[in-house]
């Protein structure tokens, strides 16, 4: 049987090529360069047509049996076409398409080609040095420049102050949230004294009236919190600053304190209201019908002895 190629330059194949290239038209090629090419939707078709080389290609390079030189010329040929198809995709962009372009990683090996003498070698040095600059990357803050702090060096520095347990002691917040709340009352007031202009004269001494007590409140409310700060100072001074400890309780204190707390929930369920309660009477009727049973085994057990007494003297 003859060869494809052999196969393709016969009359008949020529012939049919022919007829096909009559009704079809003449068949395109893809332009050497993507800048050559105008049209979105064209560009997208020779991409596409690059991308099935490619995948046909791989598909050849796993056959390990094709030889060192055979293996070499697919990968060569992989690697161009990954190149061309980038120069599709940027121009695909420029016509206002998708962005399909991805991160360049160099010269690739695919499939047997990872194989070749010399290629393994290769491969592991550049794994190593990737995962080198990786490790160096993870251990140096990328603002800084500097080693990272461990878990345990930033566990040193909290306390009660990182989680605000000590926000209140200041009062500078206070005082600020007052100076904020005083100047937006007086905005709101001048406010609607603008929006007032035109009223009557009684208006307007009534709005005098009301800014003075305004005003009287206000004072009074600032003489308070002043003597309160002066309180709080005062009894701020006379605390200690307490640390906190690094102190863990252990399981069976957790345990102890758990069973003390289910004892006070039994104590405040049953005894509530002197026992008078539904689960406090359904509780007593259970003990006192416990009781009557435990009597009752016990002169079972009386008779029991007295018949087993009489039994011996009789064989006596």
């Known amino acids: 049987m003859a060869r494809n190629q052999e196969k393709a330059q016969t009359m008949l194949a020529k012939w049919l090529r022919y007829k096909e290239e009559s009704v079809k038209g ?10 050559l090419c105008d049209d979105l939707h064209e560009a997208e078709k020779w991409r596409g047509t690059i ?51 991805r991160t360049h990683r160099g010269y690739a090996y695919f499939g047997a080609a990872r194989d070749l003498p010399g290629v ?20 140096t803050d990328r603002v800084t420049d500097k080693a990272k702090k461990s878990r345990a060096d930033m566990y040193q520095h909290i306390n009660a102050d990182y989680y605000g347990f000590g926000d209140d002691d200041d009062n500078e917040l206070f005082w600020r949230e ?12 001048e406010q609607w004294q603008a929006h007032n202009q035109g009223a009557t004269h009684n208006n307007v001494s009534l709005t005098e009236q009301h800014k003075q007590r305004l005003m009287a409140r206000r004072k009074d409310e600032c003489d308070g ?34 069973l003390e707390k289910r004892k006070q929930l039994l104590l405040q369920k049953y005894v509530a209201n002197e026992g008078d309660t ?30 087993h007494n009489q039994d011996q003297e009789k064989k006596t």
């Open 120 to 139: 393994r070698d290769l491969l592991n040095e550049r794994e190593h040095t990737q995962s080198t600059q990786r490790q160096q990357q993870t251990q």
């Open 51 to 101: 991308i099935r080389d490619v995948s046909r290609n791989v598909a050849e390079i796993q056959n390990a049996s094709l030889g060192e030189h055979r293996i070499r010329d697919i990968n060569d040929r992989i690697n161009k076409l990954f190149r061309e198809k980038g120069h599709w995709e940027r121009r695909i962009k420029e016509l206002g398409g998708k962005d399909y372009r």
């Open 178 to 189: 007052k100076k904020m709340e005083q100047k937006l009352r007086r905005a709101k007031i």
């Open 225 to 258: 919190n002043e003597e309160e700060a002066e309180a709080r100072q005062k009894r701020k001074k006379r605390m200690r600053l307490t640390k906190i400890s690094d102190y863990v309780p252990s399981q069976s204190e957790i345990d102890a304190v758990i």
């Open 26 to 35: 003449p068949k395109q090629r893809r332009p050497y360069l993507a800048e």
């Open 278 to 307: 539904e689960h406090g009477r359904s509780l007593a009727k259970s003990i006192q019908i416990q009781q009557q049973i435990e009597k009752l085994n016990e002169n079972e057990n009386v008779d029991h002895n007295d018949n």
